[in-house]
């Protein structure tokens, strides 16, 4: 099974081409290593796939870094059913948006960057969920990171772009702290950084606490916790989210990979991975569940308001993937995982199609300048009407069976589960309604843009409609591999996922099933009429509603002022110790005094030392002399 | 007498072949072909060294795994040498076929030392070696900085060779032999007393000298300034490696039963090494310069595994020579590729603005400076990372922080480098570097061999750990 | 007997030896070192060694020093005395002169009498003096003798190199 190897390597030697030979050689054709690296990557994941469905697993070390008694820092890779199908959503949304790409970047200065830039991400993600142990996670953790910096702000001249990378990147410090953290934490109590050997020993110690500030905290719950807190961090749940929007300054199609598809669901992934840890830890389950609801309630309702065509699917990001950890947080992670896999391919669809719009519109990304486009783009208009209905959960489409699972799972975890339940099936309403209003506002009634931008109207090329095309069969289709027993299907997809991430018993009848089912396709199907009554049938009403609910309406266009505040209580504090304190004091006393004041002490020294290294020969030979008579006397003393 | 030579063939070889090139060097016009020869026969010296273990002139000579481990470091350090200078010293203007004997027979002395079971051995080896140095340093004879260097390093070297021999004659007298292993012998059911400290502090100024440890580095700035630049990457790592071989062997087979007296004193020397290394390396403007405080310095590390002592101390120490050698040759390899004729490219500021005029050469450069501070992933951070592990397992954590504090400073004038090359406009006239086929091949090893070894150690660390025995 | 000569022997050495140093004059001074050389044969003849004396003789009293004559001829060395870095480091001379003294009186309560190697005062009787040296140096210490040869030879080419008149 050695073959695996290739799955991460090749996108690397891509990345070193394009960065070798891309500003002189390739140039224009930097697509070409990129693209067909990944593809081979896909090729090898479908036959690493077949080979883990007939049961064939893997754990090995590819290398040792450093061997330091229980420290060993090692390169080894990780081969399950997680893994296997972690390997099929990033390989394959990767290739679409590779495939895209060379339409959407065509002829973009930094062409060859952009794939270098893209290959190291593709690298990074695989190495990420290849991972057999902690640190080799935390590597790919902030390598995906740093792409993810380096993509968003790919556009570095434009101010906003820059800043956003930025704001990411420092985000998830945040989150990664904690993280990083957890990680020691993990090394510190089990010895090791392997997955295996700490799930083995997880349970010997569910039961320990530490003392912290005189607070007795369970050792795993502290644990994961921590750990928790980079999810946070990387998935943009409450309350670190605040990143993600911004980051749609990156290319589209960036957004359709990394803050979409792969990169942001790098938490659930972890969560998931990580399920043995979590799991005995009740109340670290119960964050992980609160956290989620919460987020997919919070992010959907300013989905609602908002007229930035990319940040509206980006809030449904952030929402969607509350939906993942919801999931999680019941103990029910091949639902998560379920949601991840399809969600993968109806959200880097809708990314890819706002791209395709906005490629026709010349870069616009209000939806209030769109409209009618259906006439002039209509294979952009199918696909993205597709996975519209997908996400809002269509019966038959591949959100529907995840989302349903989801929702069932935590209504029949009990407990916090049912809270999670009521935020989820809330959150289900509103999603369909934001997502119709998207497609209403930009594809239904009159073109509210420019003439010159109508002139311009026009379908995207062959290359980019294909990979939608292609991803709309993901979103039709993606789902009926866990089709759930209660529709005559087997659930395959738990079944598959079950040895590593467990079996969850339903504890509901039937009749509990098909009533969270019938109610989360009744409030899709409402979101989707109340969509189409806001905004097709009757245009005045949402104006009417702003009117008579302003402070809400302010609220959430503002996004609840979360920016606002962090910049009130986080960013300008901080700006200010920066200042006031570190340039005033550190940089002016300390630094200036340290690189001002160490050549003046090394100089009064080097005054000193210099009379002596004065090039003389018999002063060298003199304190070579003494030195032996010093080191002579220092043996007679020690002896004595 | 029965003579068992197997042991020696290596050495042989390389006698005969040097001896072979100093004649050969009449007849060939092209002294590039001497070099080349000379790289030759060192791989033919090498291809025998498999076969030459064993002890030869009852324990006189001893190739271990521990002495082989040093003649492949030395072979790889005349090497890359030998390649850096085929252009260089045409640029010099001394293109003479003696300069490439003189190197095989420096070398040999290296191996002599390395392999040395007797002291009165190990002194002729030094003088073997320390004597052809001393006529490498002052090659440039039309360059009156290179005479100065050669007159200082020959003098002071001759004087710690006194010291060296008082050392030896004590301990004979103390003990009535020379031969290594039998000092041990003899120390172990013995008494410490003054004689034998003196002539351990003897021993230890003498070697201390070739490595250069402070307070006896006083010469190493002004030689290394002086030479030409070629000779100062490989005194900068033969002779030093040399030291540190003979170190490990006296120190801890002959005066192992004294371990706790003289681990206190170098204890002390360390410190006092990377401190001196690292500070007075940041005052200096000329590259040369600087890279011998910090070769000063990186003694002062690669000293700590002799104090951590045992096979994982004596391994990181061995370790850390292969691991300095590669880096400090690849930076001179450099320095070497900014002197061009009629330019001497020795100052810092000749590298502000290199990664816009030559970006590969500031690459490569970027490398050694990020190994030389200790960076991961390059070659350097795994040296430092076993010395310090060795120094915390074998009690001395305290050490090792000291020594990775000096590290944190080190990379002030490491980085320096580098912010002149990456941040810097470029100043004056535009460089041309002097490139050569065998420079770009030295530069290519050794950069090579810096990322592997800092990404994949595990071989070389196997190898070092299985040389120490 | 033999302590009286060896009183005297050591005690010359020591005066002689103060003269080289204290000498303005550099060629009083290599002429009482090669007094000081003379008295040194004596001490090893004292010793059975009389290879090693007539060595020294023939060595350092008859080649090295008369090299030492040479340089100070051609040098003009009394006008060199009087810059400064040649004179002015006097003081730290003594000291480490001193220094070597206490250095070693310190280690002298080590020094042991009774260790008897092969070769006893008996057995170099027995076979002569130049006879036992040969028979060690061709045996035991054939490795040292053969990597001596080759540090002489480094010093010639060293020599020659240095010493060429002009290069191509």
């Known amino acids: ?62 290398y040792r870094w450093i061997l330091s008694g229980d420290f060993q820092v090692s390169v080894g890779f990780l081969i399950d059913q997680l893994t296997a199908v972690m390997l099929i959503v990033v390989t394959s949304v990767s290739f679409l948006v590779h495939v895209y790409s060379i339409g959407y970047m065509h002829g973009d200065p930094g062409y060859y960057r952009f794939y270098a830039y893209l290959s190291l991400f593709t690298f990074s993600m695989l190495m990420l969920v290849m991972a057999n142990n902690f640190l080799q996670l935390y590597f790919g953790w902030e390598a995906v990171g740093l792409c993810s910096y380096l993509l968003i702000g790919f556009w570095y001249q434009k101010r906003s772009a820059s800043d956003a990378g930025k704001k990411a990147f420092i985000v998830n410090r945040f989150g990664d702290f904690g993280f990083g953290l957890g990680v020691i934490m993990v090394f510190l109590t089990f010895g090791t950084l392997y997955y295996l ?211 069932f799972r935590a209504y ?229 | 007498m029965e003579i068992n030579i197997q042991p020696l063939v290596p050495e042989i070889i390389m006698a005969v072949l040097a001896l072979l090139l100093l004649l050969l060097e009449l007849f060939v016009r092209r002294k590039e072909t001497v070099g080349l020869l000379c790289i030759a026969s060192v791989t033919v010296a090498a291809y025998y060294m498999p076969q030459s273990f064993g002890k030869a002139f009852g324990g006189m000579f001893i190739s271990d795994g521990y002495s082989v481990f040093f003649k492949f470091l030395f072979f790889i350090n005349l090497i890359l040498t030998v ?243 590669l880096m400090n040759i690849g930076a001179f390899a450099v320095v070497i590729t900014l002197r061009s004729e009629g330019f001497q490219g020795e100052s810092l500021h000749d590298y502000k603005g290199l990664s816009r005029t030559h970006p590969v050469a500031a690459a490569v450069m970027l490398v050694f400076m990020f190994s030389l501070t200790g960076i991961p992933p390059t070659a350097g951070f795994i040296g430092k990372f076993y010395i310090f592990k060795a120094a915390v397992a074998a009690g001395y954590a305290w050490l090792a922080v000291v020594a990775v504090v000096f590290s944190v400073i080190s990379a002030f004038f490491y980085l320096r480098v580098v912010m002149y090359m990456y941040m810097h406009e470029p100043e004056g006239e535009p460089l041309t570097l002097s490139l050569s086929p065998a420079i770009g091949l030295a530069l290519l090893i050794t950069t090579v061999m810096v990322l592997i070894v800092g990404i994949y150690p595990s071989p070389f660390l196997a190898f070092a750990r299985i040389a120490a025995g | 007997m033999v302590e009286l000569f060896f009183g005297y022997l050591a005690g010359a050495v020591v005066v002689l030896s103060l003269l080289v140093v204290f000498s303005r004059n550099a060629v009083h001074s290599v002429l009482w070192m090669l007094l000081m050389f003379l008295h040194m044969a004596g001490l090893y003849l004292l010793l059975n060694a009389e290879f090693l004396a007539a060595t020294q003789v023939i060595v350092y009293a008859g080649a090295i020093l008369v090299l030492f004559l040479f340089v100070i001829m051609l040098l003009n060395i009394t006008e060199e005395m009087r810059l400064e870095q040649f004179t002015v480091g006097w003081p730290m001379g003594v000291s480490v002169s001193l220094g070597v003294l206490i250095a070693m009186l310190a280690a002298l309560s080590g020094f042991r009498t009774d260790l008897k190697g092969p070769w006893s005062i008996e057995a170099v009787e027995r076979t002569t003096h130049t006879k036992a040296l040969g028979k060690v140096l061709y045996t035991e210490y054939m490795l040292p003798f053969e990597i001596a040869s080759l540090v002489l030879l480094v010093a010639i080419v060293g020599a020659v190199y240095l010493a060429k008149k002009r290069l191509r």
């Not at chain 1, 979409?260 to 938490?267: L, S």
């Not at chain 1, 039937?510 to 009533?515: D, G």
């Not at chain 2, 032999?177 to 002539?199: H, K, M, N, Q, R």
């Open chain 1, 412 to 640: 029949s975890a009990g407990g916090v589960g049912v809270v999670v339940w009521v935020l989820g099936t809330v959150s289900a309403l509103l999603t369909a309604f934001y997502s119709f209003r998207l497609v209403f506002l930009t594809f239904h009634g009159g073109f509210r843009g420019t003439e010159e931008q109508r002139h311009h109207l026009h379908e995207s090329p062959k290359v980019m409609t294909v990979p939608l095309m292609l991803l709309c069969a993901g979103a039709i289709a993606a789902g009926w591999v866990g089709i759930p027993p209660l529709l005559g299907g087997g659930g395959q997809f738990s079944e598959f996922l079950a040895p590593v991430l467990g079996h969850p018993e339903a504890e509901a009848s039937h009749a509990e099933e098909w009533m969270t089912m019938g109610l989360s396709v009744l409030v899709a199907a409402g979101g989707v009429l109340l969509a189409l009554l806001f905004y097709l049938r009757n245009p005045e009403i949402p104006v009417r509603l702003a009117e008579r609910f302003r402070p809400l309406y302010s609220l959430l266009w503002n996004k609840y002022y979360v920016d606002e505040l962090y910049d009130a209580v986080v960013v300008r504090p901080t700006i200010f110790v920066a200042r006031n304190v570190i340039v005033g004091f550190t940089d002016g006393a300390l630094i200036e005094g340290v690189v001002n004041g160490l050549p003046g002490l090394v100089g009064w020294l080097g005054a000193r030392v210099r009379r002596i290294q004065d090039g003389l020969l018999q002063h060298y030979g003199a304190v070579m002399a003494l030195g032996l008579f010093l080191i002579f006397a220092i043996a007679l003393i020690t002896l004595s």
């Open chain 1, 197 to 407: 050997p700490v799930f083995d020993n997880a349970g010997d110690l569910a039961a320990r606490s530490i003392n912290i500030l005189g607070l007795e905290v369970n050792l795993i719950t502290l644990i994961a916790l921590l750990l928790f807190c980079g999810a946070v961090g990387k998935s943009a749940q409450i309350p670190l989210h605040v990143w993600l929007p911004d980051a749609m300054e990156g290319p589209t199609p960036v957004s359709a990979l990394i803050h979409a598809a792969t990169m942001v669901t790098a938490g659930v992934f972890m969560v998931a991975r990580l399920n043995p840890l979590f799991s005995l830890s009740p109340a670290a389950m119960d964050v992980v569940a609160l956290v989620g609801g919460v987020t997919a309630l919070f992010a959907a309702t300013i989905a609602l308001v908002q007229n930035d065509i990319k940040r509206v699917i980006a809030y449904s990001t952030i929402s969607q993937l509350g939906y993942m950890f919801m999931a999680c947080g019941v103990g029910a992670f091949a639902a998560g995982i379920f949601h991840l896999y399809t969600h993968a391919y109806f959200k880097a669809l809708l990314f890819l199609c706002a791209g395709s719009v906005m490629h026709a519109m010349g870069g616009e990304v209000d939806m209030q300048r769109m409209g009618g486009l259906r006439r002039y783009m209509p294979v952009t208009y199918v696909t993205m009407l597709i996975a519209s209905l997908s996400i809002s959960g269509l019966p038959g489409l591949a959100g529907f069976f995840s989302k349903d699972e989801i929702l």
């Open chain 2, 83 to 325: 390649l850096l200078s085929i252009r260089y010293i045409v640029i010099e203007r001394v293109n003479h076929g003696e300069y490439y004997a003189l190197m095989m027979l420096s070398t040999l002395g290296m191996m002599i030392m390395a392999s040395a079971g007797d002291l009165i051995v190990l002194y002729l080896g030094l003088e073997l070696m320390a004597l052809s140095t001393y006529i490498l340093a002052g090659f440039i004879r039309h360059d009156i900085r290179s005479n100065e260097a050669a007159l200082k390093y020959f003098l002071l070297g001759a004087f710690s060779s006194a010291i060296l021999l008082y050392g030896i004659t004590m301990i004979y007298g103390r003990t009535g032999t020379t031969g290594i292993a039998l000092i041990g012998a003899a120390l172990a059911e013995g008494t410490v007393d003054p004689v034998l400290l003196l002539s351990v502090t003897a021993l230890l100024v003498a070697l201390g000298f070739k490595i250069a440890l402070a307070p006896f580095h006083m010469w190493a700035p002004d030689a290394y300034e002086g030479a030409p630049t070629s000779v100062t990457a490989f005194m900068s790592v033969g002779p030093k490696a040399a030291g540190f071989a003979a170190l490990g062997r006296v120190f801890l087979t002959g005066f192992g039963p004294l371990t706790g007296e003289w681990s206190v004193i170098l204890i002390v020397l360390s410190v006092l090494t990377m401190a001196v290394g690292n500070i007075l390396a940041i005052q200096q403007q000329n590259i040369k310069r600087m890279l011998a405080y910090s070769s000063v310095a990186h003694a002062g590390y690669a000293v700590i595994g002799v104090i951590a002592a045992g096979a994982e101390g004596l391994s990181s120490m061995m370790n850390y020579l292969f691991i300095y050698a």
């Open chain 1, 1 to 62: 099974m050695q073959y695996y190897l290739l799955i991460p390597f090749l996108p690397l030697g891509a990345f070193f081409v394009n960065l070798l030979l891309g500003r002189r050689v390739v140039r224009g054709q930097a697509h070409w290593p990129s693209t067909l690296a990944v593809l081979g990557s896909l090729a090898v994941s479908v036959m690493v796939l077949l080979d883990v469905l007939e049961g064939r697993t893997l754990n090995e070390d590819l």
